[in-house]
């Protein structure tokens, strides 16, 4: 089974239903739900999806919808060994330097699908938008 680390955008544009991303995000996710897929995220990832949708999402709900997301995708904690090494990190970007390590954290991790492919540019893990994903599953 193939194991595909999901960036935040993607969690985000399944939840918020991000049209026209959201179709690939859904497509995604059913993959997993019929157990075609395997997917991971960080648990910054999580918690950024919370930040991000609360003010559009009543809480109660978004917290059940993500409550519920934990039935379909592997949550890879950001611990301190995670932080030190993206902080000591060559990636401009901090938060994109943890989505690696979380991916890399994976034996034979086989992609990361995200809608910011530029912002991965140095990753030992392919990148792959989600249409670009979806066109090869």
Do not use: W
Request: glycine share 0%.
């Amino acid at each position: 089974m193939k194991k595909i680390f999901v960036d935040t955008n993607i969690i985000v544009d399944l939840i918020a239903d991000r049209r026209p991303f959201s179709k690939f995000a859904i497509e995604i996710f059913s993959k997993a739900q019929d157990k075609k897929l395997k997917l991971y995220t960080s648990s910054h990832s999580i918690a950024t999806t919370h930040y991000l949708l609360k003010n559009y999402i009543e809480e109660k709900e978004l917290r059940n919808v993500l409550y519920n997301l934990l039935d379909y995708i592997q949550v890879i904690p950001v611990d301190l060994d995670v932080i030190k090494k993206g902080l000591k990190s060559k990636h401009k970007d901090f938060e994109d330097a943890i989505q690696m390590l979380c991916a890399y954290s994976i034996e034979k991790m086989d992609c990361i699908v995200t809608r910011n492919s530029k912002d991965f540019r140095d990753c030992e893990i392919p990148v792959l938008s989600p249409d670009e994903f979806v066109i090869k599953i």
